[in-house]
T-cell receptor
Framework: GAVVSQHPSWVICKSGTSVKIECRSLDFQATTMFWYRQFPKQSLMLMATSNEGSKATYEQGVEKDKFLINHASLTLSTLTVTSAHPEDSSFYIC?????????????????FGDGTRLSIL | GIQVEQSPPDLILQEGANSTLRCNFSDSVNNLQWFHQNPWGQLINLFYIPSGTKQNGRLSATTVATERYSLLYISSSQTTDSGVYFCAVGGYQKVTFGTGTKLQVIP
């Protein structure tokens, strides 16, 4: 089945550094990938939609300059948290969308990575 | 945007007990799915159920789209059922997750 690999799974770094998270679709091409953020004991919130070869679409309230998204190929999207601070600590999850024509549901066509736990000291 | 509320927010069960989790949504939806997020954060697909009833082992789900709610039933709960259960609704571009139900099954 469709597999999404997210790396790293866990990262700890000092305040002020930038952190890059990768999301790869391993056995399918994903023209669209999604980035979610989850605070402790809260739900997943969509941050942005990443489209291959074009600029990402950010949800209201998400800082574009803080969370840089690049989707340079059909199998890879990256999220870079720039100049990270402790308030950026969170659980980040990506999903990649397979062709909706292959499934009965656009939601089903999204395949989720295992997430990245980011801790900024 | 669409609002997705789940109840109860927290649930503690004795192993072997049954439970019902509810998902209410504020607008008509074409897609609805239930996920289990395990303690390591992994999202595990349970059901795709925009309408009707489905069963998979000890789990079953029912969605009444006209009344904008879905139910997830867990029977004979096991400690491995612990975690957070999310419903999510979506379309082609966007998925909205519910508020979640945290389930703890104690031996």
């Amino acid at each position: 089945g469709a597999v999404v690999s997210q790396h790293p799974s866990w990262v700890i770094c000092k305040s002020g550094t930038s952190v890059k998270i990768e999301c790869r679709s391993l056995d399918f091409q994903a023209t669209t990938m999604f980035w979610y953020r989850q605070f402790p004991k809260q739900s997943l919130m969509l941050m942005a939609t990443s489209n291959e070869g074009s600029k990402a679409t950010y949800e209201q309230g998400v800082e574009k300059d803080k969370f840089l998204i690049n989707h340079a190929s059909l199998t890879l999207s990256t999220l870079t948290v720039t100049s990270a601070h402790p308030e950026d600590s969170s659980f980040y999850i990506c999903s990649a969308r397979d062709s909706p024509r292959k499934t009965t549901s656009a939601l089903m066509a999204q395949h989720f990575g295992d997430g990245t736990r980011l801790s900024i000291l | 945007g669409i609002q997705v509320e789940q109840s109860p927010p927290d649930l503690i069960l004795q192993e072997g007990a049954n439970s019902t989790l509810r998902c209410n949504f504020s607008d008509s939806v074409n897609n609805l799915q239930w996920f289990h997020q395990n303690p390591w954060g992994q999202l595990i697909n349970l059901f795709y159920i925009p309408s009707g009833t489905k069963q998979n082992g000890r789990l079953s789900a029912t969605t009444v789209a006209t009344e904008r709610y879905s139910l997830l039933y867990i029977s004979s709960s096991q400690t491995t059922d612990s975690g957070v259960y999310f419903c999510a609704v979506g379309g082609y571009q966007k998925v909205t997750f519910g508020t979640g139900t945290k389930l703890q099954v104690i031996p």
